[in-house]
């Protein structure tokens, strides 16, 4: 099982439509069970999925430790082979409880992994039946406690990014910040940087082609192109692949995955 977080400090560079239609791909084109994680308090991509973020079943509740770490009423099935950790606007007091007195706990998705590892390894066909090929955690753009929380369990880190001047000039900061996570977390690894609402311009080439040298990253060939059918999907509350399959961004996001995946199979092998 590999956890990713999808980690940018900059907002609006498609985050959110990232995850989903990396769980939508790997759930439906290549049979992997997957487990979503809403870490941002704006609870966009749970409202993608159609979940509401309720007292006691939310991420909220899990930093907060008043529920299981791993428990059936706690995830809520949301795709065929996608499961949700819901989040919402309460996922603040995450971050004034931590500042307050320490009651957030930053280790909790990092025992959440650990209770699905142990199923994963369990003699019950049940309980195998339970766990997951893949987390895949929505960060907010922000270091708060939630963000802490997913950095601490994650293996992997994917940067997607405008390829304007803002989100390019903050990839540094982003890159120490993980680096400093390295303390908690000695897995934790950014895996690449991927281009989003990528439109062909001159500019964008440019910014694309010295990317690498300034952020010392990998950069993922892979680019996602701009297409006004990712924000429909998102109003419709559907799986872009399957809403819009022969749009550029659904082709752009397939061969995303078929890039990630070949990079885990080498990481593996």
Known sequence: MRTIAIFNLKGGVSKTVTTAAMADCLAA????????????????????????AEEGADLLALLQGTNEPYYPDFVTP???????????????????????????????????????????ASPNSEDRAKAYNYILIDCPPAFSAAST??????????IPIRLDAFST???????????????????????????????HTDVEDDALALLP??????????????????????FAGESL????????????????????LGQEGKANG
């Open 213 to 234: 040298a300034q952020s010392g990253l990998p950069v993922y060939r892979t680019k996602i192109r701009h297409s006004s059918r990712v924000a429909a999907a998102t």
């Open 169 to 199: 000039s903050g990839v540094a900061e982003l890159t120490q910040q993980v680096v400093n996570m390295r303390r908690a977390n000695d897995r934790l690894r950014v895996t690449g940087v991927l281009a989003t609402q990528y439109q």
């Open 241 to 260: 692949l399957a809403f819009s399959p022969h749009c550029g961004a659904s082709k752009d996001y397939r061969r995303f995955v078929q890039e990630f």
């Open 149 to 158: 929380a997913a950095l601490t369990a994650a293996d992997a880190v994917i």
């Open 29 to 52: 084109d290549h049979g992997k069970r997957v487990l979503l994680i809403d870490a941002d308090q704006q609870g966009n991509l749970s409202q993608y999925f159609g979940v509401k």
């Open 78 to 120: 949301a795709r065929p082979g996608i499961d949700i950790i819901p989040a919402g606007m309460s996922l603040m007091y995450a971050d004034l409880d931590a500042i307050k007195d320490g009651r957030c706990n930053l280790g909790a998705i990092e025992d959440l992994r650990g209770a699905i590892a142990e199923d994963a």
